[in-house]
């Protein structure tokens, strides 16, 4: 779920742009991945998961 939303896409974290570096690191120091959901019909971009955006993975889809 996405802000209300709900997606069947695969959960990913992509490296931060350089000028993000800072937004995406905790306060360890330690630099996290930009979470995005990712469809897997190349139609559709890549959907980032930005703050203040409400985000919550509900279940699984299994082969």
């Known amino acids: 779920m996405l802000d209300g939303s709900g997606y ?3 959960y990913d ?3 931060p742009d350089e000028d993000e570096l800072d ?3 905790d306060s360890n120091g330690v630099v996290h ?3 995005v959901l ?3 019909n190349k139609k559709y971009a890549p959907r980032p ?3 203040p955006s409400r985000f919550k993975i509900c ?3 299994l082969n």
């Open 8 to 10: 069947i896409k695969a």
């Open 13 to 15: 974290e992509q490296t």
């Open 23 to 25: 937004y995406y690191t």
């Open 33 to 35: 991945g930009k979470p």
């Open 38 to 40: 990712i469809s897997y």
């Open 49 to 51: 998961v930005l703050p």
């Open 59 to 61: 279940g699984r889809v």
